[in-house]
């Protein structure tokens, strides 16, 4: 079974930074590097939104409000995926949840989610 577990959350300033990590386990047949993997927001009130992915069929895509913010990256021996956040603002407070889906999108899979709080 597939899990998701994600790391890197807390409280920081406007402007600070934050690297957030999702270790994954239980791919089949060593699959992870065929996988996408996101990372997805909740802000208070706000639906989910997804704020990056990566995958070996599209590259990498961001959502428009952090782009040239935040970096993802992805480590296929590790099965890590790593969220980079730069120039941390309030309106990217939320609970960020690691995701990954195969190439099919037939199924999905979540971690549990953590805190990030940007406030002064």
């Known amino acids: 079974q597939i899990q998701l577990v994600e790391s890197g959350g807390g409280l920081v300033q406007p402007g600070g930074s934050l690297r957030l990590s999702c270790a994954a386990s239980?791919?089949?047949?060593?699959?992870?590097?065929?996988?996408?993997m996101s990372w997805y927001r909740e802000a208070p009130g706000k639906e989910r939104e997804l704020v990056a992915r990566?995958?070996?069929?599209?590259?990498?895509n961001y959502a428009g409000s952090v782009k040239g913010r935040f970096t993802i990256s992805r480590d296929n021996v590790k099965q890590t995926t790593d969220l980079q956040m730069n120039n941390l603002k309030p309106e990217d407070t939320g609970v960020y949840f690691c995701?990954?889906?195969?190439?099919?999108?037939?199924?999905?899979?979540w971690g549990q989610g953590t805190q990030v709080t940007v406030s002064s």
């Open positions: 995701h990954t889906m195969p190439q099919s999108r037939h199924t999905a899979y």
């Open positions: 239980g791919f089949p047949f060593s699959s992870f590097s065929s996988y996408y």
């Open positions: 990566t995958s070996n069929y599209e590259g990498t």
